[in-house]
Every structure is written in C-alpha cells, then in structure tokens.
C-alpha cells in the first residue's frame, strides 16, 4: 500500500495591502502638525509664557511636567501644543496599524475613531488653545483679523443698528492687529451679510455665557460639513480620504486655527453638494424629492451671500442642476439649439432659490447704502479709491512689482485683462466638458482651476485661497457620480 501524500499546508491568508488613504492622512498630518508649528512659532513669540500664565491651560499638567518641558522646545514650543502633535501621531499611528488588519467593520470603526483623534488634535484642539489665549490676552491677539476680529465688531454693530459697510473700524480691536500702512480694511469691510447675519445668534449666547469667539462658529459648521461630506464619495477609503483632504488640508487647516473665514463659505457649498446628490440619487431611482434641490439651491444662496469666491462656482452648479438634461442629450450644435431653451427654463426653475435667497440676505444692506456696499464688497479688492487694498499675495501680480511696472503696491494695474485672459477661455473649455459629463466631482475640479486661473493673475493671490481651492480638487478628486449611467469626468 503506497504511503499517503504528505497534507499540504493550510493557505496563508492573504496579506492586506496598505491603503492610500493611510498614505494621505500620514503625509497631511505631519505637513498640518509642521505648518501650524512654524506659524505659532513665528507669529506667537508670547505664547508659551501665555500658556503657564493660563488658569485653565496653565493647570493641566502638573507643575513638575511644565518645569521639566522648560519654556523652550521644538515647534510649537508650549507644553500644550507639543501634546496634542504627540496626541495626533499617536492616533496617526493607530490608523495605521490598524489599516494593515484584515478587513471588517471592526477595522473600518477603528479607523474612523483614529481620523477623529487626529482631526481633534491637530485642529480642534489647537484651535481651542488660541481661542482660550485670546480671552487672556485680549481681543486682537491669537487671531486672525477679518475673518474673527472685524466679523465680531459686524455683528455688534448689527445689534446696534448700524450698516457695517457704512462704519470704519478704527475705534475696533482691529486697529491694534496689522502691518503700518496696509492695514486698508480698517476702512472696509470685505465679506457678505451671511457671515455676520448667520453667527449673530452664536454671539449672543456667547455673551450670554461670557465667552465667545467667531472661530466657534466657523468650526461647528467645519465639523458639520466634515460630517456630511462622506456622502458625497462612493468607496470606504474614499469616504475617509474625503475628510482627511477637508479636515487637514494643510493651509485651511492653520487658517481655521486663526480665523480665518474660508471654511465658512466651504461648509455651505459642501451642504449644497451633499443635497444635490442625494437629490440626483433619488432621482435615479425613480423617487426624486423635490425638497433636496431646493435645499441645495438655498446652500449655495447662501454661500454666495457669504464670500464673493462662492459667485465663481455658479456655472458649474447652474450644469449640475440640468443633469437630467445634459445627461439625455449628447453636445453636439443642433441638441444645443433644440434643447436649450428647455435647459434654460429648467435652470430657472430650479435655481431660483438660490437667487431669492441670495438678494434676500445682501439686498437690505444694498438698498441701505448702494455705495458704501459696492466700495467695501468690490472696489476695495480692486484696488481703487484712497483705501484700496495692494497688490499682494503669490500670484502674478509680483512680477508686475519686480517688472517695476507700478511704482508702489497701491498702484493701479488692468489687472481685469489678464484674468479675462487666463480665465474666460477656461471657463467656456469646462462648461462643455461638464455638459459631456455632468457630476460635481468635475464641477468642483473645474471650479477649483478655473478660480485659480482668475486669482493668479489678479491683483492678489493670498495664500487662504490656495487653501480653498485645494479643498474643490479634493472634492473633485474623490466626489462620486450620483448618476452611475453618466461617462466618467476623467478623459481616456
């Protein structure tokens, strides 16, 4: 009898491969933690003496552990910064381990309490240390100046009755924060009604409480947006790296920090695209809800009555909000001469929420004061009158100033002509290209390249638009096509 083979060994399970979602949230993690470190370091030279001064953040670690830490250390420098890096590594590393487990829903649980660890330690968390500074050392410090410092002096001068457009804010904190002589908005103010009309109420309760801070605001509404925004990705891992591109963006991430007010218009267009989809979704399948495409309409209203970046994304929402059309008819001159008259009237059916909601925000302070409105909203970004702001920022416009085409940074430039240059023709080449393939991954994507092209060759590119705009081609990156008929938004 011939000996039995020997018994092959069991198989191995497969061994899971790392994800690129880890990849990301390792490379924006430690890029977040090292920004947000040089700025503190840089622009904060008071702070870690502010920390163990601090009744709250002062009594956190015991005295041995402050002494021992010293007052001198690695960027950020205070005891309470250096933590939270250490906090945010180590949920870093725990979504890292983990992401190297079989898959499962465990897996994807502890994945997702890791990426809130990491988003509490390295944005909320320091976020909240400069807001508790700023109650220490007064309102014009550990802040940003528009985007909290002048928005708070709005809203107070709401409750009193008075148009912020037509006041100065010299008799504001606002005149203690700024460099010498570009501190222009001291005579301006920038920004749409919705920002201060929408935090008005938070004011109140703040100084109810005795204790507010705009950036409340702004991050309640991030977490909000963060907390939606999966929704609008189709995979696990791309739904996490939805919200790592968002949530640690390395710039908005240091702007939120400070104040700045980006993440404000971000949220309501992230409202507005998360109920577009499921509106589109629903349609698909037979079951549209009218009330989701009015909700988004009223989002993005509002966005545009919050900051003037939101305007330049309205032909590609106008495309998205006729994708039932764009989707059934192929782009050719004929379809577009026989169907563009229905795709106008369905435009306009459809989009009218967000232009009454629109003018029902600006349009009191526009009929308050025409001319103060347009000076502080359009003129003042441009450059003109006696208080315009300057050239400045990383676009194009430097080489205007090193060209010595200007004699100082007030100057005026025909600034107009080089965005109509760079940005007309963009705009026409995306509005076909999403007619083709009609989805808000392609409409943020388009948006995204088509403000930077403006911005570059305007009279400032300042670096919180750099931010913003990474943020569209996150979500233009990763967005999933409600529609799964439609054609894929990437060229063969």
């Known amino acids: 009898m011939a000996p039995l083979p020997p018994a092959s060994p069991a198989p191995h399970p497969p061994v899971t491969r790392p994800g690129w979602d880890s990849l990301l949230l390792a490379l924006l993690t430690v890029a977040a933690l090292q920004i947000n470190g040089f700025a503190q370091a840089a622009a904060l030279p008071q702070r870690v003496g502010d920390v163990l001064r601090h009744p709250i953040l002062g009594a956190l670690l015991p005295p041995a552990g402050y002494a021992a830490m010293g007052k001198l250390g690695p960027a950020p420098g205070d005891p309470i910064g250096l933590l939270l890096n250490a906090l945010a590594l180590g949920w870093l590393g725990v979504y890292l381990v983990v992401d190297l ?11 997702w309490v890791a990426l809130v660890g990491v ?3 390295a944005l909320y968390l320091p976020a909240a240390k400069l807001i508790l500074l700023r109650q220490q050392s007064g309102p014009a410090g550990y802040t940003h100046d528009g985007g909290v410092i002048q928005t708070e002096a709005t809203i107070r001068f709401l409750l009193e009755g008075r148009n912020p457009y037509v006041e100065d804010y010299v008799d504001t904190p606002m005149a203690e924060w700024g460099f010498g002589d570009y501190r222009t908005a001291l005579y301006h103010y920038p920004y749409l009604p919705w920002t201060f009309l929408f935090s008005a109420p938070f004011y109140l309760i703040g100084q109810a409480a005795g204790f507010y801070d705009q950036r409340i605001v702004y991050l309640l ?5 963060l907390a939606l925004a999966p929704r609008l990705a189709a995979q696990p891992a791309a739904r996490r790296a939805l ?8 710039v908005m991430t240091l702007d939120l920090i400070f104040g700045q007010n980006d993440a404000f218009v971000l949220s309501w267009v992230i409202f507005s695209l998360v109920a577009w989809h499921a509106w589109r979704a629903g349609q698909q399948r037979g079951a549209a809800r009218p009330g989701l495409l009015a909700l988004s309409t009223v989002c993005y209203g509002l966005a545009c009555a919050s900051k003037p970046t939101a305007w330049f994304f309205a032909p590609f929402y106008g495309l998205l909000l006729i994708a039932d059309i764009t989707a059934s008819h192929a782009l050719t001159w004929r379809s577009a001469a026989a169907n563009g008259l229905r795709a106008s009237r369905a ?7 967000a232009l009454a909601t629109f003018l029902l925000v600006t349009g ?11 000076d502080d909203v359009w003129r003042w970004s441009n450059g003109q009158g006696e208080t315009g702001y300057q050239i400045w920022g990383w676009g194009a416009s430097n080489f ?25 023709p963009l705009l026409v080449w995306f509005v076909l290209r999403q007619w083709r393939a009609n989805s808000p991954a392609l409409a943020c994507w388009h948006y995204a390249v088509f403000l930077f092209a403006f ?3 305007s009279r400032f590119l300042n670096e919180n638009y750099l931010g913003y705009i990474l943020a569209f081609l996150v979500l233009g990156l990763l967005s999933s096509d409600p529609d799964a008929s439609a054609p894929p938004w990437r060229d063969p």
Not at 243 to 250: E, Q, T
């Open 101 to 111: 487990a079989r898959p499962g829903q465990l897996r994807r649980a502890v994945q």
């Open 119 to 121: 988003l509490l330690c």
């Open 221 to 225: 509404l991030m977490a909000v947006a």
């Open 243 to 250: 919200v790592i591109g968002l949530g640690l963006n390395p």
């Open 347 to 353: 435009l306009l059916a459809r989009g009218w929420p």
């Open 364 to 374: 009191p302070y526009l009929l308050w004061n025409p001319a103060a409105f347009y």
């Open 400 to 424: 205007v100033l090193a060209l010595g085409l200007v004699t100082d940074r007030f100057d005026q430039w025909p600034f107009l002509l080089v965005e109509a240059a760079l940005a007309l």
């Open 455 to 457: 911005f570059y060759g």
